[in-house]
């Protein structure tokens, strides 16, 4: 029985991995569970999965929730804010622990469970985005495995194995297109946050549905593939795949092309990610191609989709570049859920920002360094955006 901690539990990839452990109760157990304020189904889950320790990232709720447990046969160890959970990701005898956290928030509880020597199921990209060049040599020092819980890199990471040493020749990673996929570009100054929620085939949470809108999320894996699996960008390939059957490809050195395909359900990378290197029996519908009739490929619109230059741009760049677009694009997609900014003003802020860290680029940053270029970017995509609305 593998012992497990998830970060984001009232998440999309919280509750999906809690699916897994209900399903397969011999094979798991929760240790620690971390949400940020998500109070009521906290307490459900601390009902049914009896964690050890949990911890609500908004210290003003932990009242609220130690009174809502407080008739349950046992209590947890209960903690709050930013501290409470980094303690909880570095807590007990869990052997792994899932990044669900979104956005730049999950950094640093991703270091402290890797500096604690825990596995890390990694489905927050911007660990890897913003904190590469920190997290990576700690990862080499403390010995433990990073294993991708996305889609994407999940199913790269699946048809790596047994590929040897420098087989690796690129990496083809498949985007859906997102909401507007099939609209013309000169509409996408009209749309609509609504609009830009209505993922044709995933289920996700509002922002990294957005990022699939403007094909952010995927030039962030792009990043985030470099960091993994070591190649340069040049190597590291988009195309788009709307039916989201295949979901990702790698080409060896031969050109030999493999492939992992899989109906679009995200227990899939993660029960791979928890149980590797086994393989689960599941009851899950099992892919049918038949059913599934044809799989369809074409090149990314690259005036539709600006966000996809940008991410290829920065981490060109590197250094903390890539940690001020990550920045910059969570807080801009942040003001366009707002309904603050319209949709194309997300790439305009993005780009301007990125623009002015060129010269303060760090090419070593330290923790510090990216922690501030992080939030010197979300002030200036603030900034930037009251002059856009002053206009």
């Known amino acids: ?47 049914q999965f009896r964690p050890a320790i949990v911890a609500l990232r908004q210290k003003e709720k932990l009242a609220e929730l130690r009174s809502a447990i407080a008739s349950l046969d046992y209590q947890p160890l209960v ?17 792994i622990v899932v990044t669900g956290i979104v956005g730049c928030a999950g950094l640093l509880p991703t270091i402290a469970a890797i500096t604690a020597g825990k596995d890390i199921a990694l489905a927050n990209k911007e660990t890897l985005i913003a904190g590469g060049p920190v997290v990576l040599p700690l990862i080499e020092k403390h010995g433990i495995k990073l294993l991708p819980a996305d889609s994407e890199h999940s199913a790269i990471f699946q048809c790596l194995q047994g590929v040897p040493t420098c087989g690796l020749r690129r990496i083809i990673l498949t ?17 609509t946050v609504q609009d830009a929620l209505k993922h044709p085939n995933w289920s996700m949470g509002r922002k990294i549905t957005v990022d699939s809108a403007t094909l952010m999320n995927k030039g962030l894996e792009v990043i985030e593939a470099h960091y993994l699996f070591g190649l340069d960008y040049e190597h590291i390939d988009i195309v788009i795949h709307p039916q989201s059957i295949i979901h990702s490809l790698i080409e060896v050195q031969d050109t ?32 049918d191609l038949v059913k599934v009739a044809n799989l369809t490929f074409k090149e990314p619109d690259h005036h539709k989709y600006r966000c996809m230059n940008l991410a290829y741009a920065a981490g060109k760049a590197g250094g903390s570049m890539p940690a001020v677009l990550n920045a910059a694009n969570e807080q801009a997609v942040a003001l366009f859920l707002e309904e603050k900014i319209k949709f194309l003003d997300i790439p305009r802020l993005i780009e301007s920002v990125c623009d002015r860290h060129q010269r303060d680029n760090s090419l070593t940053p330290s923790l510090e360094d990216i922690l501030s270029a992080d939030q010197w970017a979300r002030e200036e995509v603030l900034r930037s955006s009251q002059l856009l609305t002053s206009v």
Do not use: H
């Open 1 to 47: 029985m593998k012992a497990i901690t998830i970060l984001g539990s009232t998440g999309s990839i919280g509750t999906q991995t809690l699916e897994i452990v209900a399903q397969y109760p011999e094979q798991f157990r929760v240790v620690g569970l971390a949400t940020g304020s998500n109070v009521a189904m906290l307490v459900e889950q601390i009902a």
């Open 79 to 95: 903690l709050a804010g930013e501290e409470g959970i980094a303690e909880v990701a570095s807590y007990g005898d869990a052997e």
């Open 175 to 191: 985007a859906s297109g997102g909401a507007f996929r099939d609209l013309p570009v000169e509409k996408l100054a009209s749309v």
């Open 256 to 287: 030999s092309v493999l492939a992992q395909l899989g109906w679009p359900d995200m227990r899939l990378p993660l029960l791979y990610a928890l149980s590797w290197p086994e393989r689960i029996y599941t009851d899950w519908e099992p892919l």
